[in-house]
């Protein structure tokens, strides 16, 4: 059989990295196998699931390139179906209405000094039951559940997992009001989804057990279960707003490409087992393996994440590229042609981390510097340094053919010929060329601006000192 797995995000706020490699892990295992991914939205609190975060969350997995098959499940839409399955299970005896008070669990709470639910109701006769409810008392309803031996799981990750049932207690699976509970639901819709591979956060792994229960009420069998362990930020606390950006729109915007943030949380408490790390969404389903994810929890390293993207983007087409910031920038460098524009992507993009960042090393390609970096001026700026670039304005003019590589010939020979270090000639024409030190290599830039803007832009800082 097809595996068939679900993505099943609660739409309380926007998608978060968590959540993303939550989903992903579900569309590798299913792709890789040759099966389906599915999105459920677990909807039914009512007071938080919002429309725009349920937009939001599509929205991202779609950016991320995470499309489902079939149509969205929406659990609000599936009232009718849980109380009829509510129902069922009371008929045949595996569930029971309880009539206590929240006085008299209190009380019980009290007594036994825990708040393990002591089975008031479950043996109650008919009578008992039909009295409270003419009488219109509210009541929940709980499962039966077994007083004696394990609940046994085989998990992906953490191996064969097994709870006592005496630590499980009737709980309740419908709440006073109707309405069902998340544990519940969330079995009710896998079972009617053909869902066979349940892949999501440890966090909830002690739900595991009870839909079990569940799934054995109904005499369903379970899907097979794979908890993914925590992520945590650099202080080692579970990944939250306070660690900064978590969503991934954020990353969105912050110009990091789909592929890259696929490619790091695919690496989260996992790795290929090759030296080769980074891999497109294609080859991460043929390569990923969900028994070789780690159970110890993973650390969020923003480093890693900018390197992981910073390799996509020099392997990456540069149209692929300028294309991809159009649609971030529709001006940039739209003013110079499309081969300049190639050129600057060419040469920046190994030293970008993403779009965005590469759209902000560049701008000097686009407009003068204007300001220059007051650190570099002071390191930089000598009181030969004017000489020196008054030397090479002249010399610059004389050059025809205007290339990185004679232009390299051109320098060494120069700094030769006077006997000067590097530093002391380079330095001040990069500091006017680009208002700072760093960059990429100084003959590619000179090549790519073209002469008269390097002549233009020596002679501004010669008179700015
Ligand atoms: N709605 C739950 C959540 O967002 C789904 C958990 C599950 O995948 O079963 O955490």
């Known amino acids: ?21 939550t989903a992903l892990s579900n569309y590798l295992y299913a792709k890789k196998n040759g099966g389906q991914f599915l999105v459920r939205i677990e909807d039914t609190d009512i ?13 991202s997995l779609q950016w991320l390139g995470l499309n ?77 559940s077994p007083n004696e031996g394990h609940t046994v799981f085989d998990d992906m990750i953490y191996g064969s997992i097994s709870i006592s049932n005496s630590e499980i207690d009737d709980f309740i699976i419908s709440r006073s009001d109707g309405s069902p509970v998340y544990n519940f639901t969330n079995v009710i819709d896998d079972q009617s989804m053909k869902i ?29 279960f794979a908890h ?42 996992w790795n290929p ?14 390569k990923f393996d969900i028994f070789r994810v780690q159970k110890k929890a993973a650390v969020f390293d923003q480093k890693k994440l900018n390197w992981v993207s910073s390799q996509h983007l020099a392997l990456q087409n540069d149209q692929d590229i300028l294309d991809r910031i159009r649609l971030i920038n529709t001006e940039w460098g739209i003013k110079k042609d499309n081969s300049f524009c190639l050129s600057v992507v060419s040469i920046v993009k190994t030293r970008s981390r993403s779009l965005v960042d590469l759209i902000d090393q560049a701008g000097y390609f686009f407009s003068d510097p204007s300001r220059f970096n007051e650190n570099d001026v002071q390191k930089t700026w000598k009181e030969d340094s004017q000489g020196i670039l008054e030397e090479i304005i002249q010399m610059l003019g004389t050059v025809d053919d205007w290339t990185a590589n ?3 010939l051109i320098f060494k020979k120069y700094m030769e010929n006077n006997g000067y270090g590097f530093g002391k000639v380079m330095k001040p024409v990069r500091l006017g060329l680009c208002g700072n030190l760093q960059g990429p290599s100084l003959f590619d830039i000179m090549e790519i601006l073209g002469k008269e803007l390097v002549i233009k832009r020596i002679n501004y800082i010669i008179n700015e000192f």
């Open 1 to 21: 059989m097809k595996p068939r797995l679900r993505f099943a995000p609660s739409p309380t706020g926007q998608l978060h990295l968590g959540g993303a490699r």
């Open 47 to 59: 007071e938080r699931s919002k429309k725009e975060h349920i937009d939001q969350i599509c929205n």
């Open 68 to 144: 489902w098959d079939e149509e969205l499940v929406y659990q609000s839409k599936r009232r009718e179906y849980y109380s009829n399955s509510l129902e069922d299970l009371l008929s045949c005896g595996k569930a029971y209405r309880c009539f206590a008070s929240k006085e008299e669990l209190d009380q019980i709470r009290k007594e036994t000094g825990s708040y393990h639910y002591n089975g008031l109701w479950r043996n109650k006769s008919d009578d008992d039951i039909n009295r409270e409810l003419e009488k219109k008392t509210p009541f929940t309803i709980r499962i039966k």
């Open 196 to 224: 066979t591979h349940v892949v999501r956060g440890e966090d909830h792994i002690s739900n595991t057990p009870k839909q079990i229960l569940i799934y054995k009420a109904f005499n369903w069998e379970p899907p097979i």
């Open 228 to 269: 993914l362990p925590m992520i945590l930020g650099e202080d080692k606390k579970r990944l939250s707003k306070r660690h900064g950006a978590t969503g991934v729109q954020s990353y969105r915007d912050e110009g990091f490409q789909p592929e890259a943030l696929l490619n790091y949380l695919a690496l989260l408490g």
């Open 273 to 286: 087992g090759t030296e080769e790390e980074i891999m497109d969404l294609e080859q991460l389903v043929s």
């Open 406 to 408: 004679k232009l390299e």
